[in-house]
């Protein structure tokens, strides 16, 4: 079975924080995604990586930057945590196939 | 926004009904997933269909394509409690190369026992 883990399931943080959160896949896949869900508006693609070092910003990557030094490894980072940045962050890895398998999410509360 | 949009928002069926729910997108696509998000946790891949399908089965699931009106449907035939949890579909458009997703907003179904 693909697994999917991600480093903290609840983090609280205070404005102006730097915050990382980390996500983890362990079937070799080429491809992860980073995603904010929010109420009412589903998931929105905050960056992807589609190759070790290589990374693209997705539809909603202001005040995030992402880091991929480890194929299996896939950090999106909080430069200075803002209220608005309060959500669930689920993190995506996909290999050749069209199904992306999903962690099990961070619920982000920014103070 | 090529967002998808899904239809309810929110169903609340008892055990032993069916359960529909329909997504429309507006680009052309590739394939069309339906994913499952238990409270509070990931999102758990259920079915793909692809563009030149119409429809699909597995389980108790029935997907339907319709590319000429841009929309699909998902049926769970005799709903259980375990079913309860939010529905979501995915699009790939033919316009993208990544394997990115675009997500609809999602429909909250409730199974009363």
């Known amino acids: 079975d693909v697994k999917v883990t991600q480093s903290s399931r609840y983090l609280v943080k205070r404005t102006g924080e730097k915050v990382f959160l980390e996500c983890v896949q362990d079937m070799d896949h080429e491809n992860m995604f980073w995603y904010r869900q929010d109420p009412g508006l589903g998931l929105r693609l905050i960056y992807f990586?589609?190759?070790?070092?290589?990374?693209e910003k997705g539809d909603i990557p202001e005040g995030y930057s992402v880091s991929r030094e480890k194929k299996e490894r896939f950090s999106l980072i909080l430069e200075s945590a803002s209220t608005n940045q309060t959500s669930m962050y689920l993190c995506?890895?996909?290999?050749?196939?069209?199904?992306?398998?999903f962690g099990p999410g961070t619920r982000l509360l920014v103070l | 926004s090529q967002q998808g949009e899904e239809d309810p928002q929110a169903l609340s069926i008892q055990e032993g009904e069916n359960a529909t729910m329909n997504c429309s997108y507006k680009t052309s696509i590739n394939n069309l997933q339906w994913y499952r998000q238990n409270s509070g946790r990931g999102l758990v891949h259920l079915i793909l269909?692809?563009?030149?399908?119409r429809e699909k089965h597995s389980g108790r699931l029935r997907v339907t394509l319709d590319t000429s009106k841009k929309s699909s449907s998902l049926l769970i035939t005799a709903s259980r409690a375990a079913d309860t949890a939010s529905y979501f579909c995915?699009?790939?458009?033919?316009?993208?190369?990544?394997?990115?997703?675009?997500f609809g907003a999602g429909t909250q179904v409730v199974v009363t026992p």
């Open positions: 990586s589609y190759d070790v070092k290589m990374k």
């Open positions: 995915a699009t790939h458009f033919v316009t993208d190369s990544w394997g990115k997703l675009q």
């Open positions: 995506a890895s996909r290999s050749s196939g069209e199904t992306q398998y």
């Open positions: 269909i692809r563009s030149n399908e």
